[in-house]
């Protein structure tokens, strides 16, 4: 069994920061690459951030430059420092790991979600 916790959402007034964490326990061999996601009311999912196990990046173009996703592998975690927020990022944040839990068993895990509001 794998879970995966995120933390570190909260409400924030536009132009200010926040940093998520997500953390990964259980019967985990590796991970591959983390990401996060995103979805606001009445909208669907939406790919966020990603990041490799050798720490290659790649963000959404909506996000690039005020978003940075990082990862530390020896705590199965992953982080999404927020700068330069937006209104419009206002949404529950979901992280995804691609997890092995044998050399042979792999398959995605989600977290729960963690709320981020950005207003005045």
Not at 2 to 15: D, Y
Not at 35 to 51: D, F, N, T
Not at 89 to 95: G, M, P, Q, R
Request: proline share 2%; hydrophobic share 30%.
């Amino acid at each position: 069994q794998v879970q995966l916790v995120e933390s570190g959402g909260g409400l924030v007034q536009p132009g200010g920061s926040l940093r998520l964490s997500c953390a990964a326990s259980g019967s985990i061999f590796t991970i591959y690459d983390m990401g996060w996601y995103r979805q606001a009311p009445g909208k669907q999912r939406e790919w966020v951030a990603l990041i490799t196990n050798g720490g290659n990046t790649n963000h959404a173009d909506s996000v690039k430059g005020r978003f940075t996703i990082s990862r530390d592998n020896a705590k199965n975690t992953v982080y999404l420092q927020m700068n330069s927020l937006k209104p419009e990022d206002t949404a529950v944040y979901y992280c995804k790991g691609d997890v092995y839990t044998s050399s042979w068993s792999r398959r995605d895990y989600w977290g729960q979600g963690t709320q981020v509001t950005v207003s005045s």
